[in-house]
């Protein structure tokens, strides 16, 4: 990838140091992942995570430990990566108004209105985020820093699956509350966009979420967004969880980041019981990045065009068209409609500028062309 854009791995288990050294040689890039809570010299006796056992409403309560184990699992995290990763992941109570009745939070936050008791309360979690990327910027002066856990906009499938705008910001408005504070902590975003469905709206999922993370980051700045992918459906559906993504959704996963708003894509696994190379469609991963390699120095510096919403294409079931614009006259797209039979053929308009363009569509690959003037060239 060239122009900034960028494609990390950050796939474990096996013979990592032997795949860490093969993911570099084709283009990839590494990443140092913590375990941040996790206390594994200890054998987990004073794992963070379980400290917070049976708290969900007072982030005053922070176990003694905190600090020490957090500084350990820095200073132990791998040095081979050019970004490192917080994972951060624990549940809490985000309806305010319930941890309001929580008498030893109320006291511990000095709040005299429940209207104060809010902000510091959402205020005080994000410290159990952002002082891990404050440690390590300590620690490792230079590394960029992210986490993975909160997001600008969480993870979400079905708040997004037909509904409207002002729906899908009415169950995310604590996102926004927490994430003010750890913004200035990050050096870039993470999306995650795991899969969890062999399903056309899966498609529309990644795009919503890479798309809703884009649009609420923009004003805090242009730090980076990074989409955080795996080549399994997510171990959460018992019935696919663990099995290897359908092609077309492969295709659509090294594809559509770059067109969404993402400047790249974190390719994360974790494989402990499996030796040589064990995801059958990473051939067909690889070659959809090599389509944007190409273009990566002219993508970098495009405009990204956005006409209509990803949940609103999902909603109506059409297909789903992404523009970068080059110039007034030179414009990549990319085109997928998820709808269509593998053996079908279709045509979508897709507007360009001054002039409309019918784009062929074969099954449900994940098309990208370039539209210069009249000229349409597929990639």
């Known amino acids: 990838m060239q122009g900034g854009l960028k494609v990390f791995w950050n796939v474990g288990g096996g ?19 913590v375990s941040t809570y ?4 200890g054998k987990q006796k ?25 500084r350990r699992n820095i200073a132990q995290a791998g040095a081979s990566g050019e970004i490192m990763v917080h994972d951060i992941e624990f549940p809490f109570e985000d309806d305010a ?21 809010v902000q510091a309360y959402f205020r005080e979690w994000a410290t159990w985020f952002w002082l891990p990327c404050q440690w390590a910027k300590q620690d490792r002066p230079g590394m960029p820093v992210g986490l993975y856990g909160p997001q600008p906009f969480r993870r979400d499938y079905w708040g997004m699956a037909g509904n409207s705008a002002r729906q899908i910001d009415g169950t995310h408005r604590s ?3 927490l994430w003010r504070s750890i913004d200035p902590h990050v050096d870039f975003y993470i999306a995650s966009i ?58 659509a996963m090294a594809v559509l980041p770059y067109f969404c708003g993402a400047e790249g894509l974190v390719l994360w696994g974790w494989e402990p019981k499996r030796e040589g190379q064990y ?29 209509e919403p990803a949940h609103v294409l999902w909603k109506e079931k059409r297909p789903l068209v992404r523009k970068l614009k080059l110039s007034a006259d030179d414009w990549l797209v990319m085109a997928v409609n998820p709808w269509q039979k593998e053996d079908a053929q279709g045509v979508v308009s897709v507007r360009c500028g001054p002039r409309t363009v019918e784009l062929p569509l074969t099954g449900r690959h994940t098309e990208i062309f370039e539209v210069r003037g009249d000229r349409v060239t597929r990639k």
Do not use: C
Request: aromatic letters at 14%; charged letters at 30%; zero cysteines.
């Open 15 to 33: 013979d990592v140091q032997y795949n860490n050294r093969e993911a570099v040689a084709h283009g990839f890039r590494l990443v140092d992942l």
């Open 175 to 177: 996102d926004a509350k």
């Open 46 to 70: 004073e794992n963070i995570d379980r400290a917070l056992e049976g708290n969900r409403t007072n982030p005053w309560k922070k176990p003694a430990f905190f600090e020490r184990i957090i």
């Open 97 to 117: 108004d319930k941890a309001w009745q929580d008498a030893e939070a109320r006291a511990a936050s000095g709040a005299k209105t429940k209207e104060e008791f």
């Open 279 to 307: 995801y059958q469609n990473l051939p067909l991963f690889a070659q959809s990045l090599g389509r944007l390699s190409d273009l990566s120095h002219r993508l970098a510096r495009a405009e990204l065009v956005i006409d």
């Open 38 to 41: 996790s206390d594994y010299p």
């Open 194 to 251: 795991y899969v969890f469905y062999d399903d056309p709206g899966s498609i529309y999922y990644m795009a919503a979420n890479i798309e809703e993370n884009y649009r609420r980051t923009r004003p805090y700045g242009n730090k980076p967004l990074y989409a955080y992918e795996w080549l399994r459906y997510h171990t959460s559906n018992k019935k696919l969880g663990d099995q290897e993504l359908a092609p077309y959704l492969v295709e």
